[in-house]
């Protein structure tokens, strides 16, 4: 029985993103990204020796545990998600090694000895049994209504 990936369950839809993703992807889910500055743009990177262009921007979909490939548009000044990464990439998730619902262990940039809080997804799964419902952790939930009344004592 060959093992699945998380690639191989996701209808992908091309999505764009305004700037790259934070350093902070769980460091078993890593593979061969890493983080590094390349053209002057700071993001997580696969380096393919035999392609042209040797360094390619990746992305981490969290809510699918998934590398994407990036391409940034110069018209547009944002990120295009195009589609999960290849096989060239380097970077298969297989299913049977997704955490859904509990601390994902440390993340990259993360030292294990300071390590003392649960990492959880920026987006988690509310349940195992459903995949399609989510929940956002409180320190985001604390930080969007923080912007909220800011943006809130601007308007009235």
């Given at each position: 029985?060959?093992?699945?990936?998380?690639?191989?369950?996701?209808?992908?839809?091309?999505?764009?993103?305004?700037?790259?993703?934070?350093?902070?992807?769980?460091?078993?889910?890593?593979?061969?990204?890493?983080?590094?500055?390349i053209?002057?743009?700071?993001?997580?990177?696969?380096?393919?020796?035999?392609?042209?262009?040797?360094?390619?921007?990746?992305?981490?979909?969290?809510?699918?545990?998934?590398?994407?490939?990036?391409?940034?548009s110069?018209?547009?000044?944002?990120?295009?998600?195009?589609?999960?990464?290849?096989?060239?990439?380097?970077?298969?998730?297989?299913?049977?090694?997704?955490?859904?619902?509990?601390?994902?262990?440390?993340?990259?940039?993360?030292?294990?000895?300071?390590n003392?809080?649960?990492?959880?997804?920026?987006?988690?799964?509310?349940?195992?049994?459903?995949?399609?419902?989510?929940?956002?952790?409180?320190?985001?939930?604390?930080?969007?209504?923080?912007?909220?009344?800011?943006?809130?004592?601007?308007?009235?």
């Open positions: 029985m060959a093992c699945l990936t998380t690639r191989d369950h996701w209808v992908f839809q091309p999505y764009s993103i305004e700037s790259q993703g934070h350093r902070n992807v769980p460091t078993r889910y890593l593979k061969e990204a890493r983080w590094r500055t053209r002057g743009s700071t993001r997580y990177y696969v380096d393919i020796p035999t392609r042209p262009s040797r360094h390619y921007p990746i992305e981490f979909n969290f809510p699918h545990f998934c590398w994407c490939e990036a391409t940034w110069i018209l547009h000044q944002h990120w295009n998600i195009t589609r999960p990464t290849g096989d060239e990439y380097r970077c298969d998730i297989f299913e049977d090694k997704v955490i859904y619902d509990r601390d994902q262990g440390p993340i990259d940039r993360q030292e294990e000895e300071n003392n809080s649960i990492l959880q997804n920026p987006i988690h799964k509310c349940g195992s049994d459903r995949r399609d419902r989510y929940s956002i952790p409180f320190s985001l939930a604390v930080s969007y209504m923080s912007i909220a009344s800011g943006l809130m004592s601007l308007i009235c």
